[in-house]
């Protein structure tokens, strides 16, 4: 069902678990099996651990819209103790869940009996200690904080600051910076609505926070800009700190030029050196230091250059793909159609194209690496640019911080690929 489709997919920081969220505004989040002494092989897999409805759909009377369920987007925070915490946002409202875990419960109350009626206090003569008694486990999602009425326009992006006390919340013309504690006000950081709206040109696409530095944050455009701001500079971050451009080829300027260069995700590296974009045919690594063109640029489907007409008629060059660093920095993944994922080896400049399907699915089975061919003979063992399936799309995918295993949603279904284990 159109509900059922995964809509983000992250894994938290230490790897055990991974969450994802859907169009019909729930959240699953699995977890990573324990390695038992007789099944070494079997740790990696992931179960299912705790499901729960985050955001229901809503009617906003002052606009006459409906707000979708949807899950825009799932940000962990760092585990502090025995509970988990996830930021999840739809179009317009962030909550703040706490995922914990119950395997007692008290008995044994003084003015209540077995079934929680109150009992007459006259009846009551003797004093009991309650006590804990083991049960069944239970996983408990219950939201600790709702932070709502703070975008005009559809949130992007969340992203939980290093300082872990604040986040930010981008639309497409503002973003807002909270404090976890307080939910009815934020601080707007950036602004970028003109005062005409006949004037806009360009719209905020995706945002950031810098992985070590708290002050430090990027967004990016539509029109394939990347801003660095720093919020020691000023209050308001209109002024940015540095701006990432690349000039346009002029031989390449077609009528989709502008429409291909807006940026649909911006990653920092977790060594927070580089900045990775995806735009809709590519994959640019910038680095901080060099604002005037990125240092690597990698091809994800160079093949679909010639296709942008049909693409541009059927709203598939629209698509908002995601892309995601491996552990080290070294290896990035970004999605494509068909099924397709990419990944792009940095030090060995290597490329592969993997397929996420039902028939390679198997456990266990080992990933055959897809070609794509662009007229002429087709080789056996290759697929031929027009039988590819636009509807089939890898939007959404996350690498473990420190493990070779990768998540991979394909519309609704939920792939957990991983080295393989000799």
């Known amino acids: 069902t159109l509900t059922d489709i995964i809509s983000t997919v992250e894994f938290n920081h230490t790897g055990e678990l991974l969450a994802t969220g859907d169009k019909g505004g729930r959240v699953v989040i699995f977890q990573r099996e324990q390695e038992s002494k007789n099944q070494i092989h079997r740790r990696g897999e992931y179960n299912v ?10 009617f906003d009377y002052l606009k006459s819209l409906e707000i979708e369920e949807k899950i825009n987007k799932i940000r962990w925070l760092p585990q502090q ?3 988990y915490f996830l930021l999840s946002t739809n179009d317009k409202t962030v909550k703040l869940w706490k995922v914990s875990e119950r395997d007692k419960r008290p008995e044994g109350y003084n003015l209540k009996d077995e079934e929680g009626r109150l009992r007459d206090p006259a009846t009551i003569t003797t004093l009991r200690v309650p006590v804990l008694r083991p049960m069944d486990l239970m996983v408990e999602a219950t939201p600790r904080r709702v932070f709502a009425n703070a975008h005009t326009y559809h949130i992007n992006s969340i992203s939980v600051n290093s300082d872990y006390e604040t986040y930010m919340s981008a639309d497409d013309l503002r973003i807002n910076l909270w404090n976890f504690e307080i939910t009815n006000q934020s601080f707007n950081i950036v602004d970028i609505k003109p005062a005409n709206m006949e004037e806009l040109t360009e719209v905020i696409t995706a945002a950031e926070f810098h992985p070590h530095h708290c002050n430090t944050f990027v967004y990016s455009s539509s ?12 209050a308001l971050c209109d002024r940015h700190t540095k701006f990432f451009e690349e000039p346009e080829d002029p031989s390449n300027r077609s009528f989709f030029s502008e429409i291909i260069s807006s940026i649909s995700d911006v990653k920092f590296s977790h060594s927070g050196r580089y900045i990775m974009t995806r735009d809709y045919l590519t994959v640019k690594v910038w680095d901080l230091n060099m604002e005037n063109r990125p240092i690597e640029t990698y091809q994800v489907h160079d093949y679909l250059r010639s296709k942008l007409c049909s693409l541009y008629e059927n709203d598939c060059i629209f698509d908002k793909f995601e892309c995601v660093w491996n552990g080290s920095d070294s290896v990035i993944m970004t999605g494509s159609y068909n099924n397709f994922f990419r990944m792009f080896d940095r030090n060995t400049k290597r490329d592969v194209t993997l397929e996420a399907s039902r028939e390679n699915s198997k456990p266990r089975a080992i990933l055959k690496p897809r070609k794509v061919c662009v007229g002429g003979k087709r080789r056996k063992d290759e697929i031929s640019v027009d039988s590819l399936d636009f509807s089939k799309k890898i939007l ?8 070779n295993i990768i998540a991979v949603a394909a519309t609704n279904n939920l792939y957990i690929f991983q080295d393989k284990v000799n």
């Open 49 to 58: 651990y705790s499901t729960f409805q985050s955001h229901e759909p809503e």
């Open 396 to 403: 959404h995918t996350a690498w473990h911080p420190s493990e």
């Open 81 to 83: 103790n025995a509970a």
């Open 223 to 234: 029109k394939g800009t990347i801003r660095l701001c720093d919020m020691r500079a000023s």
